[in-house]
């Protein structure tokens, strides 16, 4: 059984995320989306509410779950027998950073394997980061997120929740 894990951020889901992940859900047999907690950098959304709209984002896969985790992600691999991690590429600058990102974690850990999807040209330019500015800015973000992620970013905007 091939177990991959998707570590990141996802502060919050984006379309960009959901089409990286439906093409790893068809290659391995198992993927695990696991948020990981970043003591140093202020959240937008708790990993609380991130796992939240992720599970509510993911109904169409059966072979995908959600979970967080803190520490290394080569030690949270293992402890679910995963030997490969999924990354996204988007442009050149990503390639750097996801590169060394990769090359240290098989320096730790001679097993683990990162393998690199792209997604659809469509959301190829879609970030986490600008989704929350044009948020801040009251424009729409709609086409950008998962249904369950502008609906909860509006009510919680709107004081609703
Ligand atoms: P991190 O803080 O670990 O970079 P993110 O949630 O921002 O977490 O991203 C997780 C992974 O998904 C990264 O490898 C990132 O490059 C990738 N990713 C995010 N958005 C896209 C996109 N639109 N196209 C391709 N890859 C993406």
């Known amino acids: 059984m091939k177990i991959a894990i998707y570590p990141g951020s996802f502060d919050p889901i984006t379309k960009g995320h959901l089409d990286i992940l439906k093409n790893a859900a068809e290659i391995f047999d198992k993927v695990i989306i696991a948020v990981a907690h970043n003591g140093e950098k202020k959240g937008f959304l ?6 939240m709209l992720i599970k509510k984002s993911i109904t169409e896969f059966d072979n995908v779950e959600v979970d967080s985790f803190e520490g290394l992600t080569i030690e949270y691999a293992k402890k679910h027998n995963a030997e490969i991690l999924i990354r996204g590429l988007r442009a050149v600058s990503d390639f750097e950073y996801e590169m060394q990102l990769s090359q240290t974690n098989s320096a730790l850990s001679s097993d683990i394997k990162t393998v690199f999807l792209t997604t659809k040209p469509k959301y190829n330019f879609i970030s986490s980061s600008t989704i929350k500015e044009i948020f801040n ?8 997120v998962p249904q369950a992620v502008f609906e909860y970013l509006t009510a919680k905007k709107n004081k609703l929740i």
Do not use: A, L, Q, Y
Not at 137 to 144: L, Y
């Open 46 to 51: 708790s990993v609380d509410e991130r796992v």
């Open 137 to 144: 800015n009251n424009g729409d973000i709609s086409k950008f």
